[in-house]
Structures are given as structure tokens and as C-alpha cells.
């Protein structure tokens, strides 16, 4: 299978969108990208709108050639429920469920998103725990896993793509933190998981130290219980300038195991640019005159 990184925040934009090609089907995971709509009290600098329109467009290119199109929840990072529309004409679309194991929030928009594409799909299937096979290459979605540490901020399904070669997408589960997030990748033995990391940006307030101890564990236990030769972290954690050091104990373990532990733009033989986290000195390095 090919994996081909398209947007992530270790390349400048929210988001984890992800294509994939086997060679039975062409997927993509998450069509979508945002940015920080605050960060240091700052708006997006205009490098990183920049770089939310260079990504976008890739996105755009990229599904429009795809077959499915999977959608892990309704957040603005990993949908986009305005601009060309058409990537999603004659797809066979696979959503996380829009109204069961859901919060307010997603709800309204998932209703929103499925007025605005009626009609452009071949097929729109509710994806929550569900298996679909296209040849060789099968797709499982894992049930509705918290998106994050409880269930304030709604539901996301992982993804599992598995050609005789298995990727995991863990979507946002902001860890993985919680046992049933972390169950799903320990029971089907990835070859490569994507994993959006603990919110360690906002640790003692949004995200506790227990939380991101237990996302250290889950992720050594991974890396111990699995036949993983890549783990591709980035999104939640990419936003901590301090990120490694956060994870110092799972390097450590990756390195001992031979296993890469490394980012999309990495992973993608491109340097680590973190704009979000890195607004501040975009706006001293590159003044916005008025
Ligand atoms: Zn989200
Ligand atoms: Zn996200």
C-alpha cells in the first residue's frame, strides 16, 4: 500500500488527512484541513493560510481521484462541508454515524454536511463498527471511541486498512488515553498506526498528566504488543513545542524495538514546520504591515 500524508500539523496545517492506495481501491481519510483560529491570543499568520490553501489543494487533487471517501467525525479539520463539493460526486462515502454516539455539536453539523452533498455520492454507509472488503484490501471501522478522554467533544471512529499490509488511522482520539481506543490497535496488529498523539498543548488544563501518562503506556504497549514498523505521530501533539519530551519513554522504546516513531512531514522525507505552535515567531520573523 502507498500512504501519502497530505495535511498535518507537523506540516503547517490542522489536520490528518491521509490517502491511501492499494491495489484493489484508492482512499482517503479526512478531507479536510483548518488552523487555530487563536493561538498566543494571535490569529493565523498568513504563512499559515498559505499553507492551509497549498493543502487543501492537494486534498482536492487527491480525492477527486480516490474511490471512498471516509470521514472519522464532523470537525472542520477532517470535513470540509463548503468548498468543492465535487470531490464527493460518484464516491462511495463512509461517515462515522451522524446521529448515534455524537455530541450536540457534530450532530448539527453532520446534518448540515449530509444536506449540503445530497445527491453528489454514489453511496453514503454509516461506518461505526462496520467491515467493508473490496478485493484484497478490507476496511474495519472500530465502534464509536470517545474523541479524546470522555465524550464532551463527541465520537470518532479508527480506521483499519489492511491489504496483507495493516495501517491504522486513529483519528482523533487525543492519546490514545482510554482502553477502548487503544483495544481496537492492539487487537488487529498494525503494521503502521497514525496516531494524533495526547493534547499535551494544553496539559493541566483541557489534558492531565494522568491522561498523558496513560497515552505513554498505551503507545509503548503498541509498540511491545504489535508488529508495527512505523508509528506516525502528529495533529494534537505536533501543537506542543515540548512534544518530544512528552514522549520521551515511548522514543525510547521505539528505538530499543527498531520502530520509527516519527511525524507525517518525516515520514514524508520533508522537515518538521509546526506553524501553529510557532505563530508567534511568524509574527516577529515576518510583520504583518497595516
Ligand atoms: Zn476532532
Ligand atoms: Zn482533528
Redo the contacts with the bound molecule.
Keep these: 500500500m502507498e500512504i501519502i500524508p497530505l495535511a498535518f500539523d507537523s506540516l503547517g496545517t490542522r489536520s490528518m488527512c491521509t490517502s491511501v492506495i492499494t491495489k484493489d481501491v484508492k482512499i482517503m481519510i479526512d478531507p479536510g484541513v483548518s488552523l487555530a483560529p487563536r493561538r498566543y491570543n494571535l490569529p493565523p499568520h498568513p504563512l499559515e493560510l498559505e499553507r492551509q490553501g497549498l493543502h487543501w489543494k492537494e486534498i482536492v487533487k487527491y480525492t477527486r481521484e480516490c474511490d471512498i471517501i471516509i470521514i472519522t ?1 464532523y ?1 472542520y ?2 470535513h470540509n462541508p463548503e468548498e468543492d463539493l465535487d470531490i464527493y460526486k460518484d464516491k462511495l462515502v463512509f461517515i462515522k454515524h451522524p446521529e448515534d454516539h455524537i455530541n450536540k455539536s457534530q450532530a448539527k453539523r453532520a446534518a448540515y454536511f449530509l444536506k449540503k452533498i445530497e445527491g453528489i455520492p454514489k453511496e453514503i454507509l454509516f461506518s461505526d463498527g462496520n467491515q467493508f472488503t473490496f478485493n484484497n484490501t478490507k476496511i474495519t471501522f472500530s465502534p464509536p471511541v470517545f ?1 479524546g478522554t470522555n465524550n464532551k ?1 463527541g465520537y ?1 471512529t479508527e480506521v483499519l486498512i489492511d491489504d496483507g499490509y495493516k495501517l491504522i488511522h486513529t ?2 482520539v487525543e492519546g490514545p488515553a482510554i482502553p477502548d481506543q487503544v483495544d481496537f490497535i492492539l487487537k488487529n496488529k498494525p503494521n503502521l498506526v497514525i496516531i494524533d498523539g495526547p493534547l499535551t498543548s494544553m496539559l493541566g488544563f483541557r489534558y492531565s498528566q494522568a491522561n498523558l501518562d496513560a497515552s505513554n503506556e498505551n503507545m509503548i504497549k503498541i509498540i511491545n504488543e504489535c508488529p508495527v514498523d512505523t508509528l506516525i505521530i502528529d495533529h494534537h501533539i505536533l501543537r506542543d513545542l515540548k512534544w518530544k519530551e512528552r514522549i520521551a519513554g515511548v522514543f525510547q522504546v521505539a528505538q530499543e524495538k527498531g520502530v520509527k516513531l516519527i511525524t507525517a512531514a518525516e515520514f514524508s522525507g520533508k522537515p518538521i514546520d509546526m506553524l501553529e505552535a510557532h505563530r508567534r515567531e511568524s509574527y516577529k520573523e515576518h510583520p504583518i504591515s497595516s
Design positions: 467525525h470537525h479539520d477532517h474523541h467533544l470518532v483519528s482523533d
